[in-house]
C-alpha cells in the first residue's frame, strides 16, 4: 500500500489502469472504478485502525448502502489514477464518504458519493458510526465540494416490466465478509444487457442501493428494464421459498455512446 492521509485527511493513492481491468477497446471496465472506489477507502481505513479485520475484532463491520457515480472519462490502458477519498460527519446510522478520481494530467474521471454503515458481525444489526469516525476524522465538509450525501436510502420506484435471467453464482463471488461482493452485484447487472447495446454505449451516472447480502447457494436474478433508449433499471432479486422475491440490490444506469479512441482510431465497426 502506497498511499497516504494528506493535509485534509483525505487518502490519496495511485491506481494503474491495467491491461485486466479494461475491455476490448483498451478502455477501464466499469467494474474497475468500483474496484479503486472501494479499495481507497479500505486503505483509508486500514491506516486509521478502521478496516473490516480491526472492526471484526470489535464485533462489527462495514456494509457500503449507496453509491451514486458520476463518469465524465473512460481512461485507457496503461494510465495512472489518482483516487483521493475522504470521509463525512455521520448522519445517523450512516457515515457518507466522497471520492474523486483523476487522470494522470488532472482532468476529472468521475466524482463518487457513497454511504456506508457500521453492523454487528452477528446479527447485522446497524450501529452508529461515530466511534468509526472518530478514527478516521472526517474532512472539513464546508469546504467547497466536500459535501457529498444521498439522503434517500432507495431508488424510486418504476412501473417499467424487468427481464429475468437467473444468475450461476461462483465460489470466487464471494468476500471476506462470507457474501457476495458488492461489486459482483454490478457484474450481474450488466451481464443482463446485449453485448451490442454494450459494444456500442458507456455508463455517465451509475446510481446503485445494496439492501441484502446475497449468500452462496442462494437462487438469484438479474432483473433489466430500460426506462427510456439511454436509462435501465436493475434489480437482484433473490428466490424465497415462499415463492416471493427480495431485492439484494438496485440500480439506475444513465449511458451516452461510446467514444474511444481506439475505435476512431481504428475504424471498428459496431
Sequence with gaps: MTGYIDSDNAYCSTFECASYNVDEFYQARLSFFFSIVQEAAACHALLRKASVPDLNKEGYTWVIARAIYD?????????NLLVRTWAL??????????????GEDGHLVLRCASNWAIVTSDSHRP????????RLVTAD????GYANYIESPRLGDI????TRTKIDMNYFDLDFNGHVNNIVYLD???ESLSPEFLHSSQASRVDIAWHKEVYWKDEVYAAVAFVDPCTTRHRIEVANADGTVTIA?????TWKPRVSHYVQAHKIEF
Design 127 to 134: 450501529v452508529k458510526p461515530a466511534f468509526v469516525n472518530q
Design 89 to 102: 460527519d455521520e448522519r445517523r446510522y450512516i457515515a457518507p464518504r466522497a471520492t474523486e478520481v483523476r
Design 141 to 144: 465538509d464546508s469546504k467547497p
Design 71 to 79: 463518469i465524465e472519462d473512460y481512461p485507457s490502458w496503461p494510465e
Design 188 to 190: 450481474w447487472m450488466l
Design 159 to 162: 412501473s417499467s416490466a424487468f
Design 249 to 253: 440490490s438496485e440500480a439506475e444506469i
